[in-house]
């Protein structure tokens, strides 16, 4: 089987007993409603009911699967603004993965049993026999409904990856001017060693900073990190000048020795986590490794702009209507 659609989340229920049949249940009533809806809205236009929170080109995005996504980023709050906007995230977030996922459909990419398998033992080695599943069970979570949300978000991830890839070509005349933007390395700046993971909301962060005190394995919480968020970090750590970062971030790294972690950090990506693994003590730089790490940093911001472009692209192209019940008012936010 290949696995290319995310099986909707089912409502949290209070009987753990009866919750993995009614999970079923509920979970093949809410493919068999969204396949009659996606054909009663081809033919009759876009008129939705109360299941459905939008419509990304005709596909419908259910209720369900919202609510549960917002359940992800929990945050107590009596703020009807802050609700607002957090579903407003939410519902962006699944736009653009649906879009996505009409691309891997164009494209003909699919994910593999194979490819699926290994990523699920790669996240089960981190866990001690049972431990997985008991986390799961604490979350509300099935295990073949993360198994298929993790496949979604390998499939997100080769697509954008493919056509990142197609649209990014070295800028030489964008390379001159960004190295002219920063400022010189001198002896007395250190060279930093670092991982991350950025989820999309406080509450999500605290979540992570949390399980962080558990496992002391911030690799391990990457990997369970990227299987609700397919943007969620870099597991591969990479060298940074902080003086060249976002004062916030450059204090946040300059404040933790090697072997800790920052505390949350908020940016125009969305909270992020970051591990410090190694401090280069100030003296005389290496020409080549700045230079290096100068176009490391210049490609992934290439790489970064691509995206956004392309996913910009999508929605202008794209006909999107959202459920007007939610009273959301605006328009789903551009990407990037």
Known sequence: MIWKRFLRKPSRKRSEAGRGLVSKVKLAGSLLVAGLMAAHFAACGEQMGE????????????MDELTWLERTWTEVSDQEA?????????????IEEELILEE????????????????????????PETSFQEMLLKEYIDFDHWKARL???????????????????????????????QRPVSEDQKRVKVRHITVP??????????????????GQVTREVMGLHPKAGLEEPFWVYPHLLPEQMAKAILAVKAGETTGIVESEFG???????????PG?????????????????????????????????????????ALKLDDKPKPAG
């Open 51 to 62: 299941d459905v929170a939008a419509m990304v080109n005709g596909r419908p995005i259910l």
């Open 82 to 94: 802050k609700r607002k906007a957090r579903r407003r995230l939410a519902l962006d977030q699944l």
């Open 104 to 127: 891997a459909d164009r494209l003909n990419l699919t994910i593999s049993e194979t490819e699926l398998d290994q990523s699920v033992k790669q996240v089960l080695a981190d866990f």
């Open 151 to 181: 496949a979604r978000n390998l499939l997100l991830r080769k697509t954008a990856e493919v056509q990142v890839r197609a649209r990014v070509s070295f800028d030489l005349r964008g390379w001159e001017e960004f190295l002219e933007a």
């Open 201 to 218: 909301t406080q509450a999500e962060a605290l979540k992570v900073r949390e399980r962080l005190k558990t496992t002391k394995d911030f």
């Open 271 to 281: 909270f992020t986590i970051l591990e410090v693994l190694a401090v280069e003590e």
């Open 284 to 324: 005389p730089p290496d020409p080549k490794a700045a230079l290096a790490d100068l176009r490391r940093v210049f490609q992934e911001r290439l790489r970064a702009e691509a995206y956004s472009r392309w996913l910009r692209q999508l929605k202008s192209e794209a006909r999107i209507v959202v459920n007007p």
